[in-house]
């Protein structure tokens, strides 16, 4: 089993830029795809970005993609969301997540809850008009 805890959450205007980090521990953390959702009040659980296991591979909801930018620094066993031109609608609850599998493909297949294992506890990102 690995760990997650991200951070670097917080209040944000509207155009601005946030990155949240997701730092692991555990398992063998480079040979998981690690992922980011987020779930806004009421909401369901949504996917974000993910990023294979290697940084070979990077996938992105479309809600997001030009935006945000993940990326893994494994020699830190961290993972990263850049997040830039923030909106209202990107508020929600930020968690990070391991793949259930070693190696992964990262693909428009990962972009479900099924694919992840383990998960974090969470990063609140507000963005005010």
């Known amino acids: 089993q690995v760990q997650l805890v991200e951070s670097g959450g917080g209040l944000v205007q509207a155009g601005g830029s946030l990155r949240l980090s997701c730092a692991a521990s555990?398992?063998?953390?480079?040979?998981?795809?690690i992922g980011w959702f987020r779930q806004a009040p009421g909401k369901e659980r949504e996917f974000v970005a993910a990023?294979?296991?290697?940084?070979?591979?990077?996938y992105y909801a479309d809600s997001v993609k030009g935006r945000f930018t993940i990326s893994r620094d494994n020699a830190k066993n961290t993972v990263y969301l850049k997040m830039n031109s923030l909106k209202p609608e990107d508020t929600a609850v930020y968690y990070c997540?391991?793949?259930?599998?070693?190696?992964?493909?990262?693909?428009?297949?990962?972009?479900?809850?099924?694919?992840?294992?383990?998960w974090g506890q969470g990063t609140q990102v507000t963005v005010s008009s």
């Open positions: 997540a391991a793949s259930s599998q070693p190696y992964q493909p990262v693909n428009k297949n990962i972009a479900t809850r099924a694919k992840f294992g383990s």
């Open positions: 555990g398992r063998t953390f480079s040979n998981y795809a």
């Open positions: 990023i294979s296991w290697g940084s070979g591979s990077t």
